[in-house]
Every structure is written in structure tokens, then in C-alpha cells.
């Protein structure tokens, strides 16, 4: 009567075991999983959120490098215009200098034909007049070779002035062009995580061996209760 018993009991201590270990190696496997699909899906949201800052932030820059262009566009005019008139003013000196020397030429022809009229009427003749016209035509000569001169120079003025405006502007719209970011290029997308490989539990076969140990357990218990002593 005992061996049965016995045997029974060591069958169901012996399944009972084998299932709660095959239960509680699924129950882990399943917890690890839950966890990799946890982080997962914590990684997948940070990429998503990383990719929608650098969106952000990559507008924003688009905003302020076409704001910053069309500040160059209104700079540049602006050096346009003050270059013109700088230009404008340049040659304006420049023809209140020539209409200076104009007058100044027509006084000096005056003056000759003055000069002229003076020998004149000395009376002088022959080589003392010769003299006195050549000393006339001398300093006449020179004067006017001083009025050609100074237009020369007003010229050369002119041109050093235009030369330097254009600098002036090519440097002023270069320093406005420096001001400029570069353009930004598109953000690259973030990393994104592998999704995770689920893990395998326990097979039902090592369930069924489990409880098959567990039966030979039994058996050899029924044995040992069975035979006499």
C-alpha cells in the first residue's frame, strides 16, 4: 500500500517540479524580452526625437541664411549708391577744374594779346622787339604750360579717386558677403537601433523529459517501497 503511494507522490513532486522550472525559465525568457523590446522602443523614440530637432534646427538655419542673403542684396545696393555718388561728386570736382582752367586759358590769351599790343606801341623795332616778344611768348609759355600741368594732375586725381571707390565698394561688399553663413546642408537621420531578436524559451521536449525523469523517479521509488526489506 505504501509503494504506490510513495511512487505517487514522487511523480507529482517530481512533474510538479519539472513544470514550475519549465515555467519559471519561460517566464525569464519572456522578461528578457519585454526588456529588449523596452529599450527598443527607447532608442527608436530618442532617433525619432533627435531627427525632429535637427528638422528644427535645419529650418531655422534655412530662415536665417535667406534673411541673411537678402541683407547682402540690400547692403550691396547700398554700396551701389554711395559709390555712385562718390563717382558723381569726383567728377564734378573734376569739371569745376577744367571750366577753372578754360577762364584761366582765355585770360592768358587775353594777357598775350595785351602783351602784344603793348610791344607795339613802343615803337620798337628790329631785334629789340624780337626780344621783348620772345620774353612775352616765355612767360605766356609757361604759364600755360603750368595750366596744362594742373589738368594733368586734376586727371590723374580723378582717375586715383575712381580707383579708390571702386576698392572701397569691391571692400565693403566683400566684408558684406563674409557676414553671410554658409549655406546649411540637410542633417543626416540618426542612428536608428536594431530591432531586437526575440529569445527562444524552453522546448516543450525538455518539459516532456523532465516530467519522463520525473516518472522513472516514480519508478524506482515504487521499487524500493515494493521489495521486501
Not at 15 to 36: C, D, E, K, L, Y
Not at 132 to 152: D, K, P, V
Not at 173 to 181: I, L, R, T, W, Y
Not at 207 to 219: H, K, P, S
Amino acid at each position: 500500500m505504501c509503494a504506490p503511494v510513495m511512487a505517487a507522490a514522487s511523480l507529482a513532486t517530481g512533474v510538479m517540479g519539472s513544470v514550475a522550472s519549465h515555467q519559471a525559465q519561460q517566464q525569464a525568457v519572456n522578461r528578457q524580452n519585454q526588456i529588449q523590446q523596452q529599450e527598443y522602443t527607447r532608442q527608436l523614440q530618442i532617433s525619432e526625437r533627435n531627427d525632429l530637432i535637427k528638422k528644427r534646427k535645419h529650418s531655422a538655419d534655412l530662415k536665417a541664411h535667406a534673411s541673411a542673403q537678402t541683407d547682402l542684396y540690400k547692403q550691396q545696393e547700398a554700396n551701389q549708391v554711395e559709390a555712385d555718388r562718390a563717382k558723381q561728386a569726383a567728377a564734378r570736382q573734376l569739371k569745376e577744374k577744367k571750366t577753372e582752367m578754360a577762364f584761366e586759358r582765355q585770360a592768358a590769351l587775353a594777357k598775350q594779346i595785351q602783351a602784344s599790343g603793348q610791344i607795339l606801341s613802343t615803337g620798337k623795332s628790329g631785334q629789340s622787339m624780337l626780344l621783348a616778344t620772345l620774353q612775352t611768348e616765355r612767360e605766356l609759355g609757361t604759364e600755360g604750360a603750368m595750366l596744362e600741368q594742373s589738368l594733368f594732375d586734376a586727371n590723374a586725381a580723378y582717375g586715383n579717386e575712381i580707383f579708390g571707390i571702386g576698392m572701397r565698394q569691391y571692400g565693403a561688399d566683400a566684408d558684406a558677403s563674409n557676414a553671410v553663413p554658409a549655406a546649411p546642408t540637410a542633417p543626416g537621420a540618426s542612428f536608428i537601433p536594431n530591432k531586437p531578436i526575440k529569445a527562444k524559451g524552453p522546448s516543450g521536449l525538455s518539459l516532456l523529459a523532465g516530467i519522463a525523469g520525473a516518472g522513472m523517479d516514480a519508478a524506482s521509488t515504487y521499487k524500493a517501497w515494493k521489495s521486501p526489506p
